[in-house]
């Protein structure tokens, strides 16, 4: 296992019975354990007051992004 743990996902797809052009995935979860805005402000004083979105785009059908705080946002 060990020798494996940090292929890149295009090897494990070459590993596969898949064929070629044939997407390992349909959907994703990400889950970050921080906040970005908290990120940001605490590195640069003088965006303490602002608010930051992250917009992203993937290839994947679902992308279901996911943050901790307070709340589960």
């Known amino acids: 296992m060990r020798a494996v743990e ?3 996902l295009a090897k494990v797809q ?3 019975d898949l064929p070629r052009n044939t997407s390992l995935f349909e959907s994703i979860v990400v ?3 921080y906040l970005l ?3 940001i402000r605490a590195k640069h004083e ?3 007051q602002s608010e930051f979105l992250y917009f992203g785009q993937t290839n994947f059908a679902l992308t279901v992004m996911a943050y ?3 709340e589960l946002l």
């Open 46 to 48: 003088r965006w303490r």
């Open 37 to 39: 805005d908290d990120l």
């Open 31 to 33: 889950f970050e354990n």
């Open 68 to 70: 901790v705080g307070d």
């Open 14 to 16: 070459s590993w596969s």
């Open 6 to 8: 940090q292929a890149p």
